[in-house]
Structures are given as structure tokens and as C-alpha cells.
């Protein structure tokens, strides 16, 4: 039975520890860790979560864009657990988009990411996959991939201009003018 973890909030040290590697086959508590990662992300209307935000410095994430209050335009995809992951490769271009984090409440950013990614990591069973990903789910990836680095958004952006209070972003989205390069995640 899935237990929801508490987040941890920037300023937490948690937050700017690398992550340590995890050892396979996957220990029970690490098992347990994933499942309630999942249902703590579903809980805040998350897109992602990453092992540090609920204060294990481990390094395992999960991707899982789908809709939700947060992100209303996110595009469904099957979830991905990412054990060790690395990016092999990154597409010159990136592009500007609105991330939020549940790690920093009530801010979002607009922050530019690689379009295209080639991520190598392995999954709960101790499989290597190789994979690429686009758009939204390559911007949820580098997020998180970020946090096991102690990297977090706000590292990423090129002005603090591009930051915004959660409900005004939401009031301009709503309005359709959000007044901003990109103001949707791209997808
Ligand atoms: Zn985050």
C-alpha cells in the first residue's frame, strides 16, 4: 500500500545533494519508495517527481505527463521509472516553456530545454533502455534528471523575468494571453 511521502521544499539541502546510484535488483524499500513517489506526484498533480523531492538522495525519477489541474495541455503518456539515468545526447536547439515544480510552490518559470534528448537508464527490473524523447516529456526528463544533480528550475532560467506566481500564470493562460514566448508546455 502506497504511502504518500512529504515533499521536500527548496531550501532543504536535500534538494542540492547529487543523488546517489541505486544498486540492483531493487531492495524492498526501494520498491516502496517508487510507489509512494507515484502516488505522492498524483496526489500534488504532478508531471514528475524525483527520489530527492521526497527527501532520499537517490537517483530515480519518474516521468508521467498527462493532463491534470497543473498542466492542463500536457499530453498523456505511459509513465516511465527512470533508475541511474544519464543523457546521452542533447538537440542543439531548445526551446522556451513553462515549468512549475512541487518542490518550489506557487511559482512558474519559463525555462528553455533541449527539444530532443537520448536518455539511457534502467528500469525497476534492472533493464537497460535506450531512449529518445520530445517536447514536453523531453522538458518533464531533464527536470527531473536535473534534481538528482541538485539542480532546480530556477538554475535554469535565463532572467528571473520569465517568473511568474502560479495563479497569474493560470489567470493569463485562462485569458489566452499569457503574454510570453511559449506560455503552454510544449508537447
Ligand atoms: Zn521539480
Redesign the pocket.
Known amino acids: 500500500m502506497a504511502v504518500l511521502r512529504q515533499i521536500a521544499l527548496l531550501g532543504n539541502p536535500v534538494l542540492r545533494t547529487p543523488a546517489k546510484a541505486v544498486a540492483f535488483p531493487l531492495s524492498d524499500e526501494v520498491r516502496a519508495l517508487i510507489e509512494d513517489m507515484a502516488a505522492t506526484m498524483r496526489e500534488a498533480d504532478g508531471v ?3 527520489a530527492p ?1 521526497v527527501h532520499q538522495s537517490l537517483a530515480i525519477f519518474i516521468v508521467a505527463p498527462r493532463p491534470n489541474p497543473r498542466y492542463p495541455d500536457a499530453v498523456e503518456q505511459p509513465p516511465i521509472v527512470a533508475i541511474n539515468p544519464e543523457i546521452l545526447e542533447r538537440s542543439p536547439e531548445k526551446v522556451a516553456g513553462w ?6 510552490p506557487g511559482l512558474r518559470g519559463e525555462v528553455p530545454r533541449h527539444r530532443r534528448i537520448l536518455a539511457r537508464y534502467r528500469d525497476p527490473r534492472g533493464a537497460e533502455v535506450v531512449r529518445e524523447f520530445e517536447g514536453f516529456a523531453a522538458r518533464v526528463f531533464q ?2 534528471d ?2 538528482l544533480r541538485g539542480v ?2 530556477l538554475d535554469r532560467m535565463e532572467s528571473l523575468r520569465g517568473l511568474a506566481c502560479e495563479r497569474e500564470y493560470a489567470r493569463r493562460v485562462a485569458e489566452g494571453s499569457p503574454g510570453v514566448v511559449n506560455a503552454r508546455p510544449s508537447s
Not at 99 to 104: A, F, W
Open positions: 514528475g517527481i524525483a523531492q515549468e512549475g515544480c512541487l518542490s518550489i527536470h527531473e536535473d534534481h532546480v528550475f
